[in-house]
């Protein structure tokens, strides 16, 4: 059974730092890319970023670019996210993902994870 656990989040005032995790487990996780999403009240799930399955290429999402940072360790099936520079437009559910193929469409992404509230304070 695959299973994605994200941790991490939590409340930080604007311009803060958080870093999330997501543990892996159930699936050769170097064989996924791995994507974060999130999805605040009221609006759409929305694409954060995604790294491939050997974490030596990223993207981001124009909102979050130069402030978010995605990395992995196969070793430990691990993916982060570390956000910097937090807006209080940043508050959201985060979610990790996993797609066999690089995507940044939520529809191709075959498992996900629960979901780790952040909140921005202004």
């Known amino acids: 059974q695959v299973q994605l656990v994200e941790s991490g989040g939590g409340l930080v005032q604007a311009g803060g730092s958080l870093r999330l995790s997501c543990a892996a487990s159930?699936?050769?996780?170097?064989?996924?890319?791995m994507g974060w999403f999130r999805q605040a009240p009221g609006k759409e799930r929305e694409y954060v970023g995604r790294?491939?399955?050997?974490?030596?290429?990223?993207n981001y999402a124009d909102s979050v670019k130069g402030r978010f940072t995605i990395s992995r360790d196969n070793a430990q099936n691990t993916v982060y996210l570390q956000m910097n520079s937090l807006k209080p437009d940043d508050t959201a559910v985060y979610y990790c993902?996993?797609?066999?193929?690089?995507?940044?469409?939520?529809?191709?992404?075959?498992?996900w994870g629960q979901g780790t509230q952040v909140s921005v304070s202004s």
């Open positions: 993902a996993a797609s066999r193929v690089l995507t940044a469409s939520p529809r191709s992404y075959d498992h």
């Open positions: 790294i491939t399955r050997s974490g030596s290429a990223t």
């Open positions: 159930g699936l050769t996780f170097s064989t996924y890319v």
